[in-house]
């Protein structure tokens, strides 16, 4: 049974950082590019990162690239998102999840999310 | 970036009756739509993907069709654990992967 649990979510000023962890089982980790979706309160959903299986590659959203990095370790079996420089926009519920496959983009498997809350 | 619009809003419905959801893209996406239903305090659970294939275990009731840039989710008999929120997702175009502003099916 595929198992993602986030962690590191929290009460952050702005202009602060935080490292949110995803940890995963259940699959073969190193194969699947590892995504992040975020859900602001009372809104939708946003893609926020991916990541290829072996790391090398990355993608992010517009509203994130260059403040959040997102990075894995296979012998782990966790996923990172280093968030630097968060703003009061980016206050949401973070989600892990899987790729379906070698269909990137399509999220098969989630975790239960980590909330962030940017505010003074 | 590839804009999604869903409509209605808001669907009400009763149980049993028929759901038809719909999702509009942009620009073509092909056949590279998903969606996902979300309930309250729940993460999202794939349904379809690739316009019409149903994920593992999601119940022959939901169907999806479409091509293009416009889509539809049909629930065929509604079940009382189908209200929810239902978004649509495209993967043609990206990054940025983008998801519609969703549809909520709650009870008439």
Known sequence: EVQLL??????????????????????????????????SPGKGLEWVSSIGGSGG?????????????ISRDNSENKVYLQMNGLRAVDTA????????????????SWGQGTLVTVSS | EIVLTQSPATLSLSPGE?????????????????????KPGQAPRLLIYDVSNRATGIP???????????????????????FAV??????????????GP?????IK
């Open chain 1, 6 to 39: 986030e962690s590191g979510g929290g009460l952050v000023q702005p202009g602060g950082s935080l490292r949110l962890s995803c940890a995963a089982s259940g699959f073969t980790f190193s194969t699947y590019v590892m995504n992040w979706v975020r859900q």
């Open chain 1, 57 to 69: 590659d990355t993608f992010y959203a517009d509203s994130v690239r260059g403040r959040f990095a």
């Open chain 1, 93 to 108: 519920v973070y989600y892990c999840a899987k790729t379906l496959g070698s269909l990137t983009g399509y999220s098969d």
């Open chain 2, 18 to 38: 028929r759901a038809t959801l719909s999702c509009r893209a942009s620009q073509s996406v092909n056949s590279y739509l998903a969606w996902y239903q979300q």
């Open chain 2, 60 to 82: 022959a009731r939901f169907s999806g069709s479409g091509s293009g840039t416009d889509f539809t989710l049909t629930i065929s008999t509604l079940e009382p654990e189908d």
């Open chain 2, 86 to 99: 239902y978004y649509c997702q495209q993967r043609s175009d990206w990054p940025p992967f983008t998801f």
């Open chain 2, 102 to 106: 969703g549809t909520r099916v709650d």
